[in-house]
């Protein structure tokens, strides 16, 4: 008989989570305004917000933590990280930050000036805010695939290369500071771009001579995807797959919560010793010292561990096969749900899942709350609320896809854990016909209104 399947670790400590009554999540989830950033973490039975931050360190890691050298200037702690980001990436310049977006500020700041132009596949919401505060446009060259949630598309993170040249053909030479390329991709649902496409794009990079960045924040689990369903990659060795992926690219930035498997931490490494030495002066002025950049030694420590483990073909099997677990139960289900499923999360789409609901009354978060008041699982609504007002015209922008997002935080819950979320939205999906009415907004702020905004309830007569 062939042995079934397991996590590649075993659990050495655990935190005790409380399940909680439904009239308990009624009166909290009234108490935060409808809100599920606002629940305590308590209130929270299963925690799926993000995967952000939130993942389990390794014994390894913790013992690298007490080993942490937090000199200001010329950290051995640093010079650790140094190491496996060169052995990684082949990068041999490297700045620490406190996280994803603080690579982008650093980097960003030396190459995007006003009115330059960066074409990607879709740009996570940070990236695009740090080009837009600069005056500059992320254009979103995502092959179309990846907005129809039914087709399954092995690499619906790949970008459009008629898309691309159609931009680099149209903008003004010297406009577009760099191509960037998200691994895997957050917004389209945790999916992966091709080694082929990594390749193409860079090609065609080349052509016009700009310069490809890769936003690395899941680029491990992307390489997973590219070992399992690219030709010519599966007798690779996942640390063969991420160096060939880096050797196309000229810089990258990382938001270390996520494939770096730390709770806070980033940064940027580039081959280019003229974009990291003007880097440095906007780390010194925003983030800290070269050597240690807005992170602690003992952190940078853990980091350099979480990037060697991350790298196990054995973790990713573990990783993306709980990933898995869930969306093929909710498939089963006949809950729609963003196909293939993704490396991080699980994107359920809310427009199919609640057809009564009105697209003015916030479809996604009506599902998010539901989930919520059914089991105490926390998702997130990629929605109405996230998309926000068009500036002008102070209009709410409806996207095309209403998603509650199910992130999987890295070894952290087991795949009972899963059971139970699976479990708790068939029942919301069993009861679909009886949810017919959503919330209106009660309060919201001018800008990134989703984190703090407060609802009330619409009630039907
Ligand atoms: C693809 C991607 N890039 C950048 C970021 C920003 O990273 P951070 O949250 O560490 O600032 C995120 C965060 O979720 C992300 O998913």
């Not at 008989?1 to 670790?9: I, K």
């Not at 925003?286 to 483990?309: K, P, Q, S």
């Not at 059971?419 to 990134?448: C, H, T």
Request: charged share 25%; hydrophobic share 40%; glycine share 8%.
């Amino acid at each position: 008989m062939e042995l079934p399947f397991a996590e590649s670790y075993k659990i050495k400590m655990v935190e005790a989570i409380y399940r909680s009554t439904r009239p308990e999540r009624e009166t909290w989830i009234r108490e935060a305004k409808y809100n599920l950033f606002n629940l305590r973490s308590e209130q929270v039975y299963i925690d799926l917000l993000t995967d952000s931050g939130t993942g389990a360190m390794s014994d390894r890691q913790w013992a690298a933590i007490m080993t942490g050298d937090e000199s200001y200037a010329g950290s051995s702690s640093y010079y650790n990280l140094q190491e496996i980001i060169r052995k990684l990436f082949g990068f041999d310049y490297c700045l620490p930050v406190h996280q994803g977006r603080a690579a982008e500020n650093v980097l960003f700041s030396v190459l995007v000036q006003k009115g330059d132009v960066v074409p990607g596949n879709s740009h996570f919401d940070t990236t695009k805010g740090h080009i837009e505060f600069r005056g500059a446009t992320a254009v979103d060259c995502t092959i179309d695939e990846a907005f129809d949630t039914e087709t399954d598309h092995p690499f619906k993170g790949n970008i459009d290369l008629e898309k691309l040249r159609k931009v680099l053909n149209e903008t003004p030479a010297g406009k577009i500071p760099f191509i960037i390329l998200t691994v895997t991709c957050n917004t389209s649902g945790g999916q992966p771009v091709s080694m082929q496409n990594i390749r193409e794009v860079k090609e065609l990079a080349n052509e016009y001579g700009i310069p490809l960045v890769l936003d690395s924040a899941r680029f491990a689990e992307n390489a997973w995807f590219i070992h399992q369903r690219e030709t010519g990659y599966s007798g690779k060795t996942i640390r063969e797959i991420v160096a060939e992926m880096f050797s196309y690219a000229d810089g990258m930035t990382m938001s270390s919560k996520k494939d770096g498997i730390v709770n806070i931490g980033g940064f940027i490494a580039t081959r280019h010793q003229q974009w990291f030495e003007k880097a440095t002066t906007f780390s010194i002025m925003y983030e800290g010292f070269i050597t240690y950049g807005g992170m602690a030694g003992r952190d940078m420590n853990a980091l350099a561990v979480g990037l060697e483990e991350v790298t196990e073909a054995e973790y990713l099997e573990s990783r993306t096969a709980q990933v898995e677990h869930l969306g093929k139960q909710l498939l089963d289900y006949g809950i729609p749900v963003q196909r293939p499923i993704g490396g991080h999360a699980i994107f359920v789409e809310a427009k199919r899942f609640l057809p009564l609901v009105p697209k003015e009354e916030f479809i996604a978060q009506t599902l998010a709350i539901e989930l919520y008041l059914e089991a105490g699982v926390r998702g997130v609504e990629v929605g109405t609320l996230l998309a926000d007002r068009n500036p002008e015209t102070r209009e709410n922008r409806y996207p095309a896809t209403e998603f509650l997002r199910l992130a999987i935080p890295r070894r952290v819950y087991t795949n009972n854990h899963m059971d139970v979320v699976a479990a708790a939205l068939k029942n919301v999906f069993d009861r679909r016909n009886q949810i017919s009415s959503g919330y209106k907004i009660r309060k919201e702020a001018p800008i990134m209104r989703h984190f703090t905004v407060e609802l009330e309830r619409v009630l039907k007569d």
